[in-house]
Structures are given as structure tokens and as C-alpha cells.
């Protein structure tokens, strides 16, 4: 039967360093499974790492994996469904490429709320509005911008990124679109996002992700 384990985070925001006992980069989420015969668990680490592995023993029959290759083309090469290759590449988009602006974002409000005297406050919010105007809006604006033309060219009129059902791939990338609704500042704009979001958000697993949550935290929210 899984069980869950939390971590609180410690006053500076960083990760309970228990966690390194799980795994040495002391990161969440972590995954460990008990395999019969075997001394040790086995530990899984990276969001995209651990759900291609779940996938792999419990997705099957599911739709969670697009099929992966076109009619009679098994194995070769170029072969590839549409929703198949951006089900592999929004696996590791998710983390590898709009994840980590929703931390810098994160950092820079940090840095911009951290108490500092008076007189030196307003050169901080310089800098980091320097940063955010130069670095990080442009880099939410492009992604969003490729992310909502991604969802209006979902294969067969999809509801999702891959297509008609959901895919691990639409999980993944559920997360860094929440922390970007809520981190962006661009909330008012590429609303087909944010009604993809909303459908997500519908889905009776979801719901379920959500109590789970609440029972063991007592809220929900969307926190790096």
C-alpha cells in the first residue's frame, strides 16, 4: 500500500535536510519502493524521472503514454504519433526548460521581500526589476506564448497537449503552469492556458490529489 511522507521546509525555504537520508541531493519528490528479495529500496528522484518509471508498470491500457508509433511503422525511425513525440518532449520541457523561471521568479521576490534597511531597499527592488524586465517576463512570454500555440494545435482537436486524453506529460506540466499563473504576473492574459488548467483542475483525479493534501496539510496551495 503507498505511503506518503512530508517534509516540512525549514524558515529559509530550503528543503528538511532529512531528505538527504532518502536521496543524496536531499530533494523533493523523492520515490522509494520495496522490492522483495532486495536489502535496500529502490529510490527514485526527478518529477519527470519518477512518473516515466511509473509509467512504465502502471500506465499501460490507461492513455497515460501515447501510442508511440503510426500503423504497421513499429521501430522505425521518424515513425513516431504526433502525440507521442510531444508527449516525450513536454516530459521533459515541464522541468527542463519553464520550470526553473518560476524559481528565478521565486528568487527574485525572495531578494525583494527580504528585510534589509530602509535606505537599501529601493536599490534591491532596482536591481531585481532589472532582472525581471531584462530576463524573466520575456522568457514567461515566450513559453506561454508556445504553450498556447501548442494547445491550439493539439492533435485531433485535443483538449490536452498531446491530444484528446490526458497524459503524464499534461500532470507534469501542471504544476509549472500553476507556480507561472501565480508567479507571472501574466494571470490576464493567454487565458487558453488557464482554461486548460481549469479542465485539469475538473478532473475527479485531481480532486482527489487535492483532499489528499488538505487531510495531510490541512490547505492546498501551489508553493515552490
Not at 511509473?54 to 500503423?71: E, S
Not at 492533435?155 to 508567479?183: K, V, W, Y
Not at 490576464?188 to 488557464?194: H, N, V
Request: hydrophobic share 40%; proline share 8%; net charge positive.
Amino acid at each position: 500500500m503507498p505511503q506518503l511522507k512530508t517534509y516540512k521546509r525549514l524558515k529559509t525555504k530550503w528543503a528538511d535536510p532529512a531528505l538527504k537520508k532518502v536521496h543524496p541531493l536531499g530533494k523533493s519528490p523523492v520515490v522509494t519502493i520495496e522490492v522483495p528479495g532486495n536489502p535496500q529500496p529502490l529510490v527514485l528522484a526527478e518529477s519527470g524521472a519518477i512518473t516515466e518509471y511509473l509509467c512504465d508498470y502502471f500506465a499501460k491500457d490507461t492513455g497515460l503514454v501515447p501510442k508511440r508509433y503510426k500503423d504497421r511503422q513499429e521501430g522505425k525511425i521518424g515513425q513516431e504519433t504526433e502525440s507521442w513525440l510531444r508527449y516525450r518532449f513536454f516530459m521533459h520541457y515541464a522541468e527542463g526548460s519553464i520550470m526553473p523561471w518560476n524559481l528565478f521568479q521565486f528568487i527574485l521576490q525572495n531578494v525583494q521581500s527580504a528585510p534589509v534597511p530602509f535606505f537599501i531597499k529601493p536599490i534591491i527592488n532596482m536591481i531585481v526589476s532589472q532582472i525581471r524586465s531584462a530576463a524573466v517576463t520575456p522568457q514567461f512570454e515566450t513559453h506561454f506564448q508556445f504553450i498556447e500555440s501548442q494547445l491550439k494545435t493539439s492533435p485531433n482537436s485535443g483538449q490536452f497537449l498531446c491530444g484528446p486524453d490526458l497524459t503524464a506529460a499534461d500532470i507534469l506540466m501542471s504544476f509549472p503552469l500553476e507556480a507561472g499563473h501565480e508567479r507571472s504576473g501574466m494571470a490576464d492574459r493567454f487565458s487558453p492556458i488557464w482554461a486548460y488548467l481549469d479542465r485539469l483542475h475538473a478532473r475527479e483525479a485531481y480532486k482527489r490529489a487535492v483532499k489528499k493534501i488538505e487531510e495531510i496539510e490541512g490547505s492546498f496551495k501551489t508553493n515552490l
